[in-house]
């Protein structure tokens, strides 16, 4: 059976473009702000120049990837690598936009779409591998972490890219609404998580009650919806700790967990 592990993190948030850059405590340094935006740098060529800024965050979240691992575009380009993308939130943003027909826009209505920013993402890269797409908030994540490693695990992918985007400003008032869904502040964010076969056994199951790491996330971060999962690796990896891990995530009374143990 093929084991795996989580080979590298990439992480872009409104606190930062690492995990480095989050606050000690979310919180306090949001000093009341619902919340925190950032602004992706604009990937170059013709094709970004009416791309949404979920879009832009996904292809910069992949290349904090490649950065963190070291390694160049052509080391995930082919048929070899899976995508597993995952949002709750970032397609609303666009959608938005769409229905209100804001005259300066220029959105096309494809970018209205859930597909829109890992087609964008496969396009920028190369990556014509298997293709997943999960609606959800972290528990969703954990559920594309483990399709990561049931592909490893059947052979159909020799690496696995998990990509997670969140955008909140242009609906901040639409999430104020539904306050007993999160809990300020919103944090923008893009992860994405290089998954490999390794000596890790993967385990998935629901979990009743957060890891330590969804805590942690959670308090540096802030509410970050699918990118929770994502930001808690790359902080378990900043600590040095690259081992065995447990992951939680909990979306709308769902809480799931995955485990990466020895055989």
């Given at each position: 059976?093929?084991?795996?592990?989580?080979?590298?993190?990439?992480?872009?948030?409104?606190?930062?473009?690492?995990?480095?850059?989050?606050?000690?405590?979310?919180?306090?340094?949001?000093?009341?702000?619902?919340?925190?935006?950032?602004?992706?740098?604009?990937?170059?060529?013709?094709?970004?120049?009416?791309?949404?800024?979920?879009?832009?965050?996904?292809?910069?979240?992949?290349?904090?990837?490649?950065?963190?691992?070291?390694?160049?575009?052509?080391?995930?380009?082919?048929?070899?690598?899976?995508?597993?993308?995952?949002?709750?939130?970032?397609?609303?943003?666009?959608?938005?936009?769409?229905?209100?027909?804001?005259?300066?826009?220029?959105?096309?209505?494809?970018?209205?779409?859930?597909?829109?920013?890992p087609a964008e993402v496969a396009i920028e890269f190369g990556l014509t591998g298997p293709y997943v797409i999960l609606i959800g908030g972290a528990a969703a994540?954990?559920?594309?972490?483990?399709?990561?490693?049931?592909?490893?695990?059947?052979?159909?992918?020799?690496?696995?890219?998990?990509?997670?985007?969140?955008?909140?400003?242009?609906?901040?008032?639409?999430?104020?609404?539904?306050?007993?869904?999160?809990?300020?502040?919103?944090?923008?964010?893009?992860?994405?998580?290089?998954?490999?076969?390794?000596?890790?056994?993967?385990?998935?199951?629901?979990?009743?009650?957060?890891?330590?790491?969804?805590?942690?996330?959670?308090?540096?971060?802030?509410?970050?919806?699918?990118?929770?999962?994502?930001?808690?690796?790359?902080?378990?990896?900043?600590?040095?700790?690259?081992?065995?891990?447990?992951?939680?995530?909990?979306?709308?009374?769902?809480?799931?967990?995955?485990?990466?143990?020895?055989?």
């Open positions: 059976m093929t084991g795996s592990e989580v080979a590298a993190v990439g992480v872009v948030t409104g606190w930062g473009r690492s995990a480095v850059a989050l606050p000690p405590d979310a919180v306090r340094a949001a000093a009341g702000r619902r919340v925190i935006a950032v602004e992706p740098p604009r990937a170059a060529g013709e094709r970004f120049r009416r791309a949404t800024r979920e879009c832009q965050l996904g292809v910069a979240a992949v290349e904090a990837l490649l950065r963190e691992a070291s390694l160049g575009p052509e080391a995930i380009r082919g048929d070899e690598t899976a995508l597993v993308y995952v949002t709750a939130a970032a397609y609303g943003s666009s959608n938005r936009a769409f229905i209100r027909a804001i005259a300066s826009s220029t959105l096309h209505f494809p970018y209205t779409a859930p597909s829109a920013v994540t954990i559920d594309g972490l483990w399709q990561a490693t049931l592909l490893l695990r059947r052979g159909q992918c020799r690496r696995a890219l998990v990509l997670a985007v969140e955008t909140f400003a242009e609906c901040e008032d639409l999430w104020a609404r539904g306050r007993w869904l999160v809990r300020p502040p919103l944090v923008e964010s893009a992860a994405c998580a290089l998954v490999v076969p390794g000596p890790w056994r993967a385990t998935y199951a629901p979990a009743p009650a957060p890891s330590p790491l969804e805590a942690l996330a959670r308090a540096r971060a802030g509410e970050t919806l699918a990118c929770a999962p994502l930001i808690a690796l790359a902080l378990a990896r900043a600590a040095g700790d690259a081992g065995p891990v447990t992951l939680t995530g909990e979306w709308r009374g769902r809480r799931a967990g995955l485990a990466w143990e020895a055989h």
